[in-house]
Nanobody, 123 residues
Framework: QVQLVESGGGLVQAGGALRLSCAASARAFSRYNRGWFRQAPGKEREFVAAIRWSGLSTYYADSVKGRFTISRDSAKNTVYLQMNSLKPEDTAVYYC????????????????WGQGTQVTVSS
């Protein structure tokens, strides 16, 4: 069964850092581009960052640029989201997803999704 499993969420104070992980259960994901999205209570799911299957290209939402870094470990078939200088407005459930498209920021362009991990930033 093809799965994406997130981990690493938690509670952190403003200005702190967290690293999220997204492990893929199938080698087929090695050729998928991967993205991170987030959804705050009462809001729509929004794009955060994405990385190409090769790991050579990344892009970010303006709201996280310079604070978050997406990376991947191909040997582990895992993608990471390093989040620094966290703000209360970063509080959300974070989801990883996979797509064959590049420069995709729309949720309907991603085929596979994880179950999400909660990130809470206190002020």
């Amino acid at each position: 069964q093809v799965q994406l499993v997130e981990s690493g969420g938690g509670l952190v104070q403003a200005g702190g850092a967290l690293r999220l992980s997204c492990a893929a259960s199938a080698r087929a994901f090695s050729r998928y581009n991967r993205g991170w999205f987030r959804q705050a209570p009462g809001k729509e799911r929004e794009f955060v960052a994405a990385i190409r299957w090769s790991g050579l290209s990344t892009y970010y939402a303006d709201s996280v640029k310079g604070r978050f870094t997406i990376s991947r470990d191909s040997a582990k078939n895992t993608v990471y989201l390093q989040m620094n200088s966290l703000k209360p407005e970063d509080t959300a459930v974070y989801y990883c997803a996979a797509t064959t498209r590049w420069l995709s920021v729309a949720t309907d362009e991603y085929v596979y999704w994880g179950q999400g991990t909660q990130v809470t930033v206190s002020s």
